[in-house]
C-alpha cells in the first residue's frame, strides 16, 4: 500500500507496527527463555577468532542476530542462522576483512564487539563509530585506552574508529578499568586470547554473559583465570579452533518475566533461567510481596495481592541490572507505597517515564534518582517505547491499565523479546501485533 505525503507538510504516512494491549490482565501460565541477547551477539564475534565452522545455540531469534550475521558476512563469514532451532553456524575463512561499516553499527551498537576479535585477527579494524543512543551517550574511551596500553594506535578518521596493531602483534600488559564497562571487558578479552604475553583486566565486568564468553574461549583453546571475577588473567595463545558452544539462558528476559507474574497478580513458571543470575531480582520481588520458588528448569513467580513498592538501585553485576530497571518502575507505579529508584550507568534511561506518565503513573525524576508513587490504577493511553527495556516496561505497565493502550516503537521491542505478544497471549493477555498507517 502506499500513503502519499501529506500535502505542504514534512509528514509522510507510513506502515507501522503497534502493540494493541487490554488492561486489567491476569497472566498465568508457562514460558520458555532463550539464550541472552547479550551474550550471543558477542559469541558471533568470538567466532572469528577461529578458522573453520563455528556453531551456536540457543540463539534467539531477533533482528540483531541478522544484523550481526550481515556483519559476519561482509567481513568475510558464510552464516546460517535457523530460528526454529536457534542455531547459528559461522564459517570462517583464513583471512578475514577488518571493516565494520557504518550503516550495520547505527543499527545495532553491539556490533563493536568486532572490534577485540578484528585486531587479534587481522592487526587492524576499521570500525564505525556507533555515536548516542536512546539510553545515553555511551563512550568507548575505556575500549581504546586498553588497546592503546597493548600497544595499538588509535585514531578517529571520518567517523570511524582506525585501530593498528604493533608490527608483532598485540602486547600483553595490565589494564585497569575505571569501570567495569561489560563492552570494554569483551574487547580487551577478545584482543587478549591472541596477544603475545600475559593480559590481566583489573575492574572488569563480572557479568554472567562476560563469564559465558570466558567458557566459549576457553572451549576454543584460550587460557583464562579468573572466569567470573572482577580481575581476568588471559595468556595469549598462537591459535584457536572452532567449538560448538551454547549461549546462556537471558536472565533480563528471565526478570521480565517474573516482573510480569508480579504486576499483574499472577503466576508464571519461567522455563531454561539459571536462578544464580537473579538473587538480587528475587530479593526485589520477593520484598515486593511475590512468593518465588526454583522449579526444576528455573523458576516460578506467584503474586496473589498488589505489590509493595520497592527501591532499586542498578549498578554493574551482581548489583541491580539496568535492563531490568524499566520493568520495575513500572510495577512500582501500581503498587502499595512509594520507591525511589536511581540508575547508576545510563544517564537517558529514564525517558520512558514520560511515557509511563501518560498511562497516568506518578513519576518525579531528579538526575540519577527516580521517585514513584504507587496509585491503585494506571490509564490507557498511546505511549511510544523509546528502547527494548523501555518498551518491556511499557507494555507490563498496560497490561494492569484499564482499557486499551497502544504500545508504538514496538521495533525496540522486537529487538530483546522474541515473539512478545504470543508469549503474553500464551499466558492470557490481550495483546495483538496490528499494522497502521501513522504520520512519520
Ligand atoms: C551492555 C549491554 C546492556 C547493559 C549494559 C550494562 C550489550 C549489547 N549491552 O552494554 O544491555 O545495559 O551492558 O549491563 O551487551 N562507558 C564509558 N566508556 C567506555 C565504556 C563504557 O563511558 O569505554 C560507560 C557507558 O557510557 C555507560 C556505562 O559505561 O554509561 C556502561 O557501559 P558498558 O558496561 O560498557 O555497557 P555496554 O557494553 O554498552
Not at 550471543?40 to 577468532?49: E, F, G, I
Not at 600488559?173 to 600475559?198: K, Q
Not at 529514564?350 to 534518582?369: C, K, N, Y
Amino acid at each position: 500500500m502506499h500513503y502519499p505525503r501529506v500535502q505542504g507538510s514534512a509528514l509522510a504516512l507510513c506502515l507501522v507496527e503497534i502493540f494493541r494491549v487490554n488492561g486489567e490482565t491476569r497472566l498465568e501460565g508457562d514460558v520458555y527463555v532463550s539464550g541472552a541477547k547479550n551474550s550471543s551477539l558477542k559469541l558471533m564475534a568470538v567466532a572469528l577468532l577461529a578458522t573453520g565452522q563455528t556453531t551456536i545455540r540457543s540463539v534467539p531469534d531477533i533482528l540483531d542476530v541478522t544484523i550481526m550475521s550481515e556483519l559476519l558476512r561482509r567481513l568475510g563469514c558464510a552464516v546460517s542462522y535457523d530460528p526454529q532451532t536457534e542455531v547459528v553456524v559461522i564459517d570462517v575463512p583464513e583471512s578475514i576483512t577488518h571493516r565494520a561499516d557504518y550503516d550495520l553499527v547505527r543499527r545495532m551498537r553491539a556490533s563493536i564487539a568486532v572490534l577485540g576479535p578484528l585486531i587479534a585477527r587481522t592487526g587492524e579494524a576499521d570500525v564505525a563509530l556507533p555515536g548516542g543512543d536512546n539510553i545515553g551517550s555511551r563512550g568507548l574511551d575505556m575500549h581504546i585506552a586498553g588497546l592503546e596500553r597493548m600497544g595499538c594506535t588509535v585514531t578517529s578518521e571520518h567517523g570511524y574508529l582506525v585501530v593498528q596493531a604493533p608490527t608483532g602483534g598485540l602486547v600483553g600488559t595490565h589494564v585497569y578499568l575505571d569501570f567495569p564497562s561489560v563492552g570494554a571487558t569483551e574487547t580487551l578479552l577478545m584482543a587478549g586470547v591472541l596477544a603475545n604475553g600475559t593480559t590481566v583486566i583489573d575492574n572488569a565486568a563480572r557479568e554472567p554473559e562476560i563469564a559465558d564468553i570466558c567458557e566459549m574461549l576457553v572451549e576454543m583453546g584460550a587460557h583464562i583465570e579468573g572466569i567470573g571475577s572482577s580481575m581476568l588473567t588471559v595468556t595469549g595463545v598462537d591459535e584457536l579452533k572452532p567449538v560448538d558452544h551454547t549461549t546462556v539462558p537471558d536472565r533480563i528476559v528471565a526478570g521480565t518475566w517474573g516482573v510480569a507474574a508480579a504486576i499483574t497478580q499472577g503466576s508464571i513458571a519461567v522455563h531454561n533461567a539459571r536462578t544464580e543470575h537473579l538473587s538480587l531480582v528475587f530479593e526485589k520481588l520477593t520484598s515486593a510481596g511475590a512468593v518465588v520458588s526454583e522449579i526444576v528448569d528455573g523458576f516460578s513467580v506467584t503474586m496473589d495481592r498488589r505489590p509493595t513498592a520497592v527501591d532499586i538501585v542498578t549498578l554493574p553485576y551482581p548489583g541491580f541490572p539496568t535492563d531490568l530497571q524499566p520493568q520495575f518502575i513500572a510495577m512500582n507505579a501500581i503498587a502499595d507505597g512509594a520507591a525511589l529508584v536511581t540508575e547508576n550507568l545510563f544517564e537517558a534511561r529514564f525517558r520512558f517515564v514520560q511515557e509511563l506518565s501518560r498511562l497516568g503513573a506518578e513519576v518525579r525524576t531528579d538526575g540519577h534518582h527516580a521517585l514513584v508513587r504507587g496509585r491503585s490504577t494506571l490509564s490507557s493511553a498511546p505511549v511510544e517505547s523509546t528502547d527494548i527495556r523501555a518498551g518491556a516496561g511499557l507494555v507490563l505497565a498496560a497490561l494492569v491499565a484499564d482499557g486499551e493502550t497502544i504500545v508504538h516503537g514496538i521495533e525496540h521491542i522486537d529487538r530483546g523479546y522474541v515473539k512478545f505478544e504470543e508469549q503474553l497471549r500464551r499466558l492470557g493477555a490481550d495483546i495483538s501485533r496490528e499494522t497502521i498507517a501513522d504520520l512519520v
